[in-house]
Nanobody, 123 residues
Framework: VQLVESGGGSVQAGGSLRLSCAASGYIDRWYCMGWFRQAPGKEREGVATIDRAGRTSYADSVKGRLTISKDNAKNTLYLQMNDLKPEDTAMYYC??????????????????WGQGTQVTVSS
């Protein structure tokens, strides 16, 4: 499994970014995909997940601002990020987790993830 993230960058607070994750393999067969993030000196934080049926789940800190989606035909996962805040600054990783449930709480522990893409939000 290979996952390659892109789309990160530097924006001002209130701005938007769209992250993409190109996956090897057929993602419509994968139980769960998601995004987690890690800021310097902080623990990994699960951000959002989407399961095979397209059901989504979000961390409370991003609800209403971030939207996860996928395009099965392109084997690509997305994270639309709106109304960004300085506390969203982190390295963002695309992942397909090895977990019993498809939930942000299980991300960043076991499974596969890419090299990450940096998001920096200035005030």
């Amino acid at each position: 499994v290979q996952l390659v993230e892109s789309g990160g960058g530097s924006v001002q607070a209130g701005g938007s970014l769209r992250l993409s994750c190109a996956a090897s393999g057929y993602i419509d067969r994968w139980y769960c995909m998601g995004w987690f993030r890690q800021a310097p000196g902080k623990e990994r934080e699960g951000v959002a997940t989407i399961d095979r049926a397209g059901r989504t789940s979000y961390a409370d800190s991003v609800k209403g601002r971030l939207t996860i989606s996928k395009d099965n035909a392109k084997n690509t996962l997305y994270l639309q990020m709106n109304d960004l805040k300085p506390e969203d600054t982190a390295m963002y990783y695309c992942t397909t987790p090895a977990s019993v449930a498809c939930s942000p709480n299980y991300l960043g522990r076991r499974g596969y993830w890419g090299q990450g893409t940096q998001v920096t939000v200035s005030s």
